[in-house]
């Protein structure tokens, strides 16, 4: 199994799993299949071993010769993080399919490393994202007993979803957190609790949709 800095353990996170199909890219069977999203013009649901995305060659076979394909969104990035680090990520680290737009995270300067998917029972044994998941809340407004029931109600597997990071140089992790609502500014369909969440708290809901630059999207795991 290739080693990837900026995600070390992609089977255990869900972006890989045990599979014996050939590669679309290198015809090999590496045991792994990657399950994370592309952003390409290749095939469609392109079966792709580690090896040819740690390599690069997954993002040159499935972009064109001017735009190689992303496996996350480079949107995001701090200006102080240089550009081969971005590049790392989107192009030579799997990503992960979260509910909404995915983004990695990043922090003294650099990328940080994706440890997964996590609810509150994970969170709680990260008291710093936890606290950041919260200030975030209570900065835009929301009641703190709201607040910490959201928070709670964080699952892994369930509708609203945290994905957990570890900065590589301080040791800080960050969580930034989604859920499988539709953005809605309306909201006329949904839960108040969730509807208040999406209009107020800060997140990705609220962000626009990302342009998709090409049709090979994976379904969430
Ligand atoms: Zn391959
Ligand atoms: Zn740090």
Redesign the pocket.
């Known amino acids: 199994m290739p080693e990837f800095r900026y995600h070390p353990d992609p089977v255990a996170t869900g972006s890989a799993v045990p599979d014996d199909v050939r590669c679309s890219v290198c015809g090999s069977s590496r045991g792994v299949r990657y399950t994370g999203p592309v952003y390409g013009v290749g095939a469609d649901e392109p079966a792709l071993c580690l090896h040819c995305i740690a390599s690069g060659e997954a993002s040159r076979a499935l972009g064109t010769a001017e735009i190689p394909a992303d496996f996350t969104d480079a949107a995001g990035a701090p200006g102080e993080v240089p550009r081969a680090v971005v590049e790392e990520v989107t192009r030579r680290t799997p990503g992960f399919a979260g509910w909404q737009q995915e983004r990695w995270l990043y922090?003294?300067a650099d990328a940080a490393a994706f440890l997964g998917p996590a609810g509150f029972t994970e969170l709680v044994d990260h008291p710093e994202a936890l606290d950041e998941l919260r200030r975030g809340f209570l900065g835009s407004g929301w009641p703190a007993d709201q607040t910490d029931a959201f928070l709670r109600a964080l699952d892994r597997d369930g509708a609203a979803t945290a994905y957990l990071f570890r900065?590589l140089?301080?040791?800080?992790h960050l969580a930034y957190w989604d859920t499988a609502d539709t953005p809605s500014r309306t909201g006329a369909a949904r839960p108040r609790a969730a509807t208040a969440a999406a209009a107020r708290a800060p997140g990705p809901q609220r962000d626009a949709p990302r342009e998709q630059r090409g049709p090979v999207r994976h379904a969430r795991r």
């Open positions: 922090h003294c900065c140089h301080c040791g800080t």
